[in-house]
């Protein structure tokens, strides 16, 4: 593994070690600037050295600084981004006696099938707040948002959220989800209404970072990579986002965004990204009916997707991604098959189109909660209608000359139950005796007034989202 670590330090005797542990793969780690944030932050503390790991570096049981066994270490701090990961983290903390600490996206959507695995749950953005976490891990006690697992659920917890006015200036490169490259973080949350999406809700309110802070750390880049990745949940809503990008081509660098929306996409700013380096366009017009869409709420229709496919192919831009969710309520076979249709379409413009298909998954803190995973009320006929969806479309694209890649059913019924499940979905997966079929009803329609989530305070209004809901639903009936 090539790495350049300018935050490596040498344990000494009577040093607190950290254990900074992704349990999934080292692409989607080294390429998350939070946990490089936090890697930083806990190196600069006297007496602290932090090292990380990584699944698929010796399955989390050692370091890739020094190869030192995780069971040496005082914390273990967990970033925990996926559900599937629930499974790895049974088996990395079996021989872990030290204070177990987690965070990230499904700390904050929802702990509680967790509560078998660690000691602590910190509950928002932990930017430069890290020497008071590990203060209170080693002292027992709690802070405003980092609680202790037993007590979780009992009474409601505030999320934080961290000021954008700085941004990491130096930090680890290696070859990650984006290639070699410098991370710059251009905001957080995001201002789009999307149905199905927890970020607006529990990254709120939406931020951005000042150009001027953001070139300017771009400019200590030039050092050691000639390529920026451009990291947000919608990076082209920034205000400035033009100009940012501008600045970086003429510093000479290659630009890769994480994210593009198809309704932001002009001539200018094809031709922008055609120059930074560019050569392909992910675009997520989610469902392949307007009225899929509506429900949806993605806020782009078909023509913006056409539009920007044109504007890619007029710019040298040969491959588009697109992604689509099927299982939605009231999904009938022509808005299936408009999910063919439309990249058809796009493939008129562009010779290589690749399609991602998933089910949607119902997600705690968003308008679409109460929904049951597969859009039908009987749950075994939603599973098997998704998986007849799935065949479908796989066979009718490949036809089309359309590459495309289509989720398990199952392994997303499985995420939509450790994101909707309590304690006894994690106690069976630490005893190793959980099984998909065991625990189909948490599948279903949710009808219960209180959720097992509500004790997190996201900031938004329940009744809100509930109303949101009630509206979509009137769209489809």
Known sequence: MREFNPFAKRWMKGDRRVALVYPNRYVGGIANIGLQQIYAEVNAIEGCVCERFYWDVFECKRSIETGTPLNEFDIAFFSIQYEEDYFRIAEIVKNFKGVKVAGGPCVMENPLPLVEFFDYFYFGEVDDEVPEVISACESGSETEHLKKAENIGEERVKVRRAELNTHLQTQIIGEGAYGKCYLLEVGRGCKRACSFCMVRQIYAPCRWREVELLLSVAEEAKKFVSKIALVAPSVTDHPEIKELIASLVEMGFLVSPSSIRADTIDEELMQLLSKSGVESITIAPEAGSERMRKLLRKGIDEEDV????????????????????????????????????????????????????????????????????????????????????????????????????????????????????????????????????????????IDEEELPWDFIDHGYSKKRLAKEYERLMSLVR
């Open 306 to 445: 056409l539009n920007a496919s044109q504007l890619a192919s007029q710019h040298g831009i040969r491959k588009v991604k697109l992604y689509f969710m099927i299982g939605l309520p009231k999904e009938s076979e022509e808005d299936v098959s408009a999910i063919v249709e439309l990249s058809k379409q796009v493939k008129r413009f562009v010779p290589r189109v690749t399609v991602s298909i998933n089910p949607l998954v119902p997600k705690p803190h968003t308008p679409l909660q109460w929904l049951p995973f597969g859009g039908k009320d009987d749950v075994k006929e939603g599973l098997a209608s998704l998986k007849k969806k799935m065949s479908f479309l796989k066979k009718e694209l490949l036809k089309a000359g359309i590459s495309v890649s289509v989720g398990s059913v199952d392994e997303f019924a499985t995420q939509a139950i450790l994101s909707r499940g309590g304690r006894k979905i994690g106690r069976a997966i630490a005893m190793n005796s959980f099984k998909f079929k065991d625990y189909i009803d948490y599948l279903g329609r």
